[in-house]
């Protein structure tokens, strides 16, 4: 009796020693969500750099259907996690991690050359309100159907410059299409207002002005950092972002 009374107290100790508790909020669940015109598949080399140092990495391989849709298929993945995760989005996974963000175990956001939407703010919006200087006028295409896609002529200077020409070549080939109701979606409440996030800006970015990006960052009270890369910097400079994704995961946890 004495002894299970013993047992009860360290436990109940144990259970509000802050330690214990930062211990148990260690993060090292990291759910990526890719942008419009590529898949997850370019972000293998983030992936097996976080494996290594001990995070549990998925990757939403999300429609592009609709920002409902791709809200939905985050989530999904959310919801199979043990513990709490940093949600990470690109380009266009900025406006999906804005609002699965909001999900109870989702601990902080990091954007990657990525969308910050504020409430009522679309991709479309957002875009046209400070455009790349120069952007050919034939870069962004569409289907009959109301897909967008990517010039392939254009796609390296856009999205790949500094990749070798022949990855830049096939990821133009292989893009995945984006639906027009994605892109014209406004964003609800963002996950930025009540949970700590973290931008990379790229520097050589085409497919979102640098300075867009540095000005949602500011807006979203971001820790910023910033890059020389293209829009793919996940696949040029995977380093860079790791180093961020675990600052984030690192800073979560304590």
Do not use: C
């Not at 759910?31 to 750099?49: M, P, Y």
């Not at 919801?79 to 709490?84: F, V």
């Not at 175990?105 to 009522?120: K, R």
């Amino acid at each position: 009796m004495k002894r299970s009374f013993s047992l009860a107290i360290v436990g109940l100790a144990l259970a509000f020693n802050p330690l214990s508790a930062a211990s148990a909020a260690d993060i090292k669940n990291v759910v990526i969500v890719h942008g419009a015109f590529a898949d997850g598949s370019g972000w293998r080399a983030v992936s097996d750099s976080l494996t290594r140092q001990g995070y549990k990495v998925s990757v939403v391989q999300q429609p592009l259907t609709s920002l409902e849709d791709d809200v939905s298929a985050t989530r999904r993945i959310l919801e199979i996690q043990d513990g709490p995760s940093v949600l990470v989005g690109h380009s266009y996974g900025g406006m999906v991690i804005t609002d699965a963000g909001n999900a109870k175990n989702v601990a902080g956001l990091v954007y990657i050359a990525a969308f910050q939407p504020d409430q009522g703010e679309s991709l479309v919006k957002l875009a046209q309100g400070k455009p790349v200087p120069n952007m050919r006028k034939d870069s962004l295409q569409a289907t009959k159907d109301g897909f967008f896609y990517l010039n392939p002529e254009a796609f390296p200077e856009l999205f790949a410059a500094d990749l070798p020409k022949a990855d830049a070549e096939f990821l133009a080939r292989s893009q995945v299409f984006a639906s027009r109701k994605a892109f014209t979606t406004e964003a609800g409440a963002p996950a930025w207002k009540t949970k700590p996030s973290w931008a990379l800006v790229a520097t050589e970015d085409r497919s979102i002005n640098p300075d867009l990006e540095r000005d949602m960052a500011k807006r979203a009270g971001s820790t910023v950092s910033e890059v020389k890369a293209s829009h793919a910097v996940y696949a040029s400079r995977p380093d860079d972002v790791v180093k961020l994704i675990v600052e984030a995961a690192q800073t979560l946890s304590k």
